[in-house]
Structures are given as structure tokens and as C-alpha cells.
T-cell receptor
Framework: DQQVKQNSPSLSVQEGRISILNCDYTNSMFDYFLWYKKYPAEGPTFLISISSIKDKNEDGRFTVFLNKSAKHLSLHIVPSQPGDSAVYFCAASANNDMRFGAGTRLTVKP | DAGVIQSPRHEVTEMGQEVTLRCKPISGHNSLFWYRQTMMRGLELLIYFNNNVPIDDSGMPEDRFSAKMPNASFSTLKIQPSEPRDSAVYFC??????????????FGPGTRLTVL
């Protein structure tokens, strides 16, 4: 069963605009959430995280929003840059469990 | 630090052969994780070690898969015998803290396995 879902396999945005990547989870025990970015032929790299005690965490151009009641989180990238083109994985974790979504491929067009 | 090192980067083998994937975690990291990435299922956790001890191997698909961590700087994932459905990218990751939750993981570049 997929406890973490990224329902959009791909997303294309124009440079300078906002990119919004979405992620849904089903297990209410998850209380820590992470986003990873992956370039081709490389491993995923950590981008940003959020604890369930918060509803927003910001780091430069990247902001993660958490809606616990909806079991939904999103990653906003503003402004989007061509170098942001990559696959983005969301992950949800509890004390001894971590699940990843299938990823969303973001393409930022110049 | 060179980061997490995996070898080989690419492996092509025939069905029925034994495959061994290798991983060197970042020095000083206490946890090591093996993942498999496929188009259909995304990133799946196979097994993780804490201080060289296997903690959770519930993600290992079947008995054909085994993993070892004989010391803090080396781990192997073995598939014997291999099957075409094992074709995937296998990632190793390490983390400075124990446990799997709440910690950023540092991933290696992956091994792309093709079983013919």
C-alpha cells in the first residue's frame, strides 16, 4: 500500500513563476516530513523538512506547507529557476518508519 | 568527505546469477539504508542498519535478497538468484543519527541493475 502519494508524475512551469508540488499521506502516525530533490544519475539530496508541530517552514526560495487535518503537504518554489528541474520526492516519517512518494518530475522552462 | 560511495554504478547480469552491490557510508554516520527505485513503486526502503545491526528488513522483497554490514564503513546487498523483475536502481543512504525517522539521509549515486 502506498502510504505517501504524489499524484502528479510531472509538472512544467515557466522560469520565474511559482512551482507547487503536492503530496498526500494516509498514516496519521507520520509526524515529520521531508522533501528530496534528485537529478539524473545522482542520488536524492535533502531539500527541506517540516515537523508536524508546524504548518510552514521556509528556506530561501523553498517553502513547505503542512495541512495535518487533510494529510497533505506541498512544496512551493518561488521563483522557479531552470536549475530546479529535477525529480522531487516527498517523504513521511514516524519513529521507525519512513515512506517515500513516487516522485514528481519538475521542468522549469527558460 | 566523498559522500556515500556505491559500486558498481551499473551492473548488467543474466537471470539466475548472483549480484552483489556495495556501499561505503559517510564516515561517522550511525545508520545505513538500502532503497530500491522503480518507475512503478518509486523509492522503497529495503532494510536499514543502526550501528551495524539490522533493525528492520521488512522491506526486503523475498529471501533472494540479503544484506550485511560487517563494519561501520561497509555494507553489501546481495541478490541470489537474480530475476528480471529485480531490475531497478538501488540506492544506499546513511544518516548521522540513529533511527529512520526525523533524520536527513545522505544518498549515494545509486547502482543501476539490469537483469536480462
Amino acid at each position: 500500500d502506498q502510504q505517501v502519494k504524489q499524484n502528479s508524475p510531472s509538472l512544467s512551469v515557466q522560469e520565474g513563476r511559482i512551482s507547487i508540488l503536492n503530496c498526500d499521506y494516509t498514516n496519521s502516525m507520520f509526524d515529520y516530513f521531508l522533501w528530496y530533490k534528485k537529478y539524473p544519475a545522482e542520488g536524492p539530496t535533502f531539500l527541506i523538512s517540516i515537523s508536524s508541530i508546524k504548518d510552514k517552514n521556509e528556506d530561501g526560495r523553498f517553502t513547505v506547507f503542512l495541512n495535518k487535518s487533510a494529510k497533505h503537504l506541498s512544496l512551493h518554489i518561488v521563483p522557479s529557476q531552470p536549475g530546479d528541474s529535477a525529480v522531487y520526492f516527498c517523504a513521511a516519517s514516524a519513529n521507525n518508519d519512513m515512506r517515500f512518494g513516487a516522485g514528481t518530475r519538475l521542468t522549469v522552462k527558460p | 568527505d566523498a559522500g556515500v560511495i556505491q559500486s558498481p554504478r551499473h551492473e548488467v547480469t543474466e537471470m539466475g546469477q548472483e549480484v552483489t552491490l556495495r556501499c561505503k557510508p559517510i564516515s561517522g554516520h550511525n545508520s545505513l539504508f538500502w532503497y530500491r527505485q522503480t518507475m512503478m513503486r518509486g523509492l522503497e526502503l529495503l532494510i536499514y542498519f543502526n550501528n551495524n545491526v539490522p533493525i528492520d528488513d521488512s522491506g526486503m522483497p523475498e529471501d533472494r535478497f540479503s544484506a550485511k554490514m560487517p563494519n561501520a564503513s561497509f555494507s553489501t546487498l546481495k541478490i541470489q538468484p537474480s530475476e528480471p523483475r529485480d531490475s531497478a536502481v538501488y540506492f544506499c543512504a546513511s544518516s548521522p543519527l540513529g533511527g529512520i525517522g526525523y533524520n536527513e539521509q545522505f544518498f549515494g549515486p545509486g547502482t543501476r541493475l539490469t537483469v536480462l
